[in-house]
């Protein structure tokens, strides 16, 4: 089962860099990597799922966290079993948005990790770390 994930973030990370390279700002170029989070909350997920990301927050030292309070792709997922056993059931569909951001990020030339999680659907967080390749 684990392939599938991989698979999956992977199929993200390319649409991710296709993603920045139609909808990156034609006039400037993003260098800084608050800002190129900041275009991943507002424009890429304005084109995902026709809304911008709820809270960003950061540490200032390459940790940002991403927080969508609606994700759309829990909207209808239901919670009948309790929150641990829905978090579980949706765990599979955060590895695709979490290639997404890290493919956006890479075609800038930031290197991350990217993790997911939810406590209670329909809300996700998604951890962006950026890695130092020194």
Not at 59 to 67: A, D, K, P, S, T
Request: glycine share 8%; proline share 4%; aromatic share 10%.
């Amino acid at each position: 089962m684990e392939q599938v994930y991989v698979k999956l973030e992977l199929i993200g990370f390319r649409i991710g860099r296709r993603l920045a390279e139609r909808f990156a700002p034609p006039n400037r170029r993003l260098t800084d990597t608050l800002d190129i989070v900041k275009f991943v909350c507002k424009d890429i997920w304005m084109v995902m799922f026709n809304r911008q990301i709820d809270n960003l927050k950061t540490n200032h030292r390459g940790i940002y966290v991403l927080q969508d309070n609606k994700f759309k792709w829990f909207l209808r997922m239901s919670g009948n079993n309790g929150g641990a056993a829905a978090a579980r059931r949706a765990q599979p569909y955060i590895w695709l948005p979490c290639g997404i951001i890290r493919g956006v990020l890479d075609s800038f030339g930031v290197n991350t990790v990217v993790i997911a999680e939810t406590l209670g659907l329909p809300q996700c967080t998604f951890q962006i770390k950026v890695v130092n390749d020194a």
